[in-house]
């Protein structure tokens, strides 16, 4: 079985791939517990959970108030019941529950999910933001102002419809968290946040049929590198001993086995952090040291 490990140094590779063979990725570990430092930060565990054979049941990843859990890797079938009653979705995330964090994956009516996680020593002002999809005329995102060290990161991601292509000129459907800036309706001094947005591809009128979460928090005293890659491809896109990789956004078709999706990946033998990507999804990330 495959680890996840830290991800190492710097720059990342950011670009489109569609000719470069996808490799076939491995069903994730179970949690573990790592406590290493990388350059400042500190990896607490890693872990891997899917549907075949747990039964429902969560992944204990440890105590919320001495580190921060993110989601680094989705794959399998996102497919919930888009109908009435819709209910139930599909899901796969990393939450903060009764003081612990949780990894959860939930088949809905599809074929089931694989989730993997990565959590960190930093919990300084953590906040944490929601999306579903909008079913009204008037739609808002969610939003956290920047300051010096913050940054955020998907923990969750749910779907009814399998987040599939419904109609021609339809964008790819995701979550993505991105710095933007904000102008005030009242006029106000415009200021930057981080904001969570989400693209469904099914009809506003309907019930909602995908969301997430994301958490923010502070990284103090280093630095950070973006990223993205979209196609059938495994690329290198951090290397080095003192990085860590997270994912910011996660787009395409859920619809798949178990090993169709978006993860981050060590690569063992050549010492980066590869993001895998099949069948025309898409993967953002930042490295963080």
Same mark, same amino acid.
């Given at each position: 079985?495959?680890?996840?490990?830290?991800?190492?140094?710097?720059?990342?590779?950011?670009?489109?791939?569609?000719?470069?063979?996808?490799?076939?990725?491995?069903?994730?570990?179970?949690?573990?517990?790592?406590?290493?430092?990388?350059?400042?930060?500190?990896?607490?565990?890693?872990?891997?959970?899917?549907?075949?054979?747990?039964?429902?049941?969560?992944?204990?990843?440890?105590?919320?108030?001495?580190?921060?859990?993110?989601?680094?890797?989705?794959?399998?079938? +996102? %497919? *919930?019941? &888009?109908?009435?009653?819709? !209910?139930?979705?599909?899901?796969? =995330?990393?939450?903060?529950?009764?003081?612990?964090?949780?990894?959860?994956?939930?088949?809905?009516?599809?074929?089931?999910?694989?989730?993997?996680?990565?959590?960190?020593?930093?919990?300084?002002?953590?906040?944490?933001?929601?999306?579903?999809?909008?079913?009204?005329?008037?739609?808002?995102?969610?939003?956290?102002?920047?300051?010096?060290?913050?940054?955020?990161?998907?923990?969750?991601?749910?779907?009814?419809?399998?987040?599939?292509?419904?109609?021609?000129?339809?964008?790819?459907?995701?979550?993505?968290?991105?710095?933007?800036?904000?102008?005030?309706?009242?006029?106000?001094?415009?200021?930057?946040?981080?904001? +969570? %947005? *989400?693209? &469904?591809?099914?009809?506003? !009128?309907?019930?909602?049929?995908? =969301?997430?979460?994301?958490?923010?928090?502070?990284?103090?005293?280093?630095?950070?590198?973006?990223?993205?890659?979209?196609?059938?491809?495994?690329?290198?896109?951090?290397?080095?001993?003192?990085?860590?990789?997270?994912?910011?956004?996660?787009?395409?078709?859920?619809?798949?086995?178990?090993?169709?999706?978006?993860?981050?990946?060590?690569?063992?033998?050549?010492?980066?952090?590869?993001?895998?990507?099949?069948?025309?999804?898409?993967?953002?990330?930042?490295?963080?040291?």
């Amino acid at each position: 079985m495959k680890r996840l490990w830290a991800l190492p140094f710097t720059l990342l590779a950011v670009a489109c791939g569609e000719e470069m063979e996808a490799q076939t990725p491995e069903s994730p570990p179970a949690a573990e517990v790592v406590g290493e430092v990388k350059s400042g930060l500190v990896v607490t565990a890693r872990a891997g959970w899917g549907t075949p054979g747990n039964n429902g049941a969560d992944l204990d990843l440890g105590p919320s108030d001495t580190q921060t859990c993110f989601l680094t890797g989705v794959r399998g079938n +996102l %497919k *919930g019941q &888009s109908a009435s009653p819709h !209910s139930p979705i599909s899901s796969v =995330g990393v939450y903060n529950e009764g003081g612990r964090w949780k990894l959860r994956t939930r088949d809905g009516i599809g074929t089931g999910v694989l989730g993997e996680a990565t959590c960190i020593a930093n919990t300084a002002n953590r906040v944490s933001m929601s999306w579903s999809e909008c079913t009204s005329v008037n739609c808002s995102f969610p939003y956290v102002p920047v300051n010096e060290n913050r940054r955020c990161f998907l923990t969750s991601i749910w779907s009814r419809a399998g987040m599939t292509f419904h109609y021609q000129g339809d964008s790819k459907p995701g979550l993505l968290v991105s710095k933007q800036t904000i102008f005030p309706p009242n006029g106000g001094a415009s200021y930057d946040a981080w904001v +969570l %947005k *989400g693209w &469904s591809s099914d009809d506003a !009128s309907e019930a909602a049929n995908m =969301g997430g979460t994301a958490h923010c928090v502070d990284f103090p005293g280093g630095g950070a590198a973006d990223g993205a890659w979209e196609g059938n491809a495994t690329v290198p896109m951090c290397n080095g001993p003192v990085t860590v990789g997270l994912l910011r956004g996660i787009f395409g078709d859920f619809t798949g086995g178990y090993q169709d999706g978006v993860s981050l990946i060590k690569n063992e033998d050549t010492g980066w952090t590869d993001l895998k990507v099949t069948n025309g999804k898409k993967g953002y990330l930042t490295c963080v040291w």
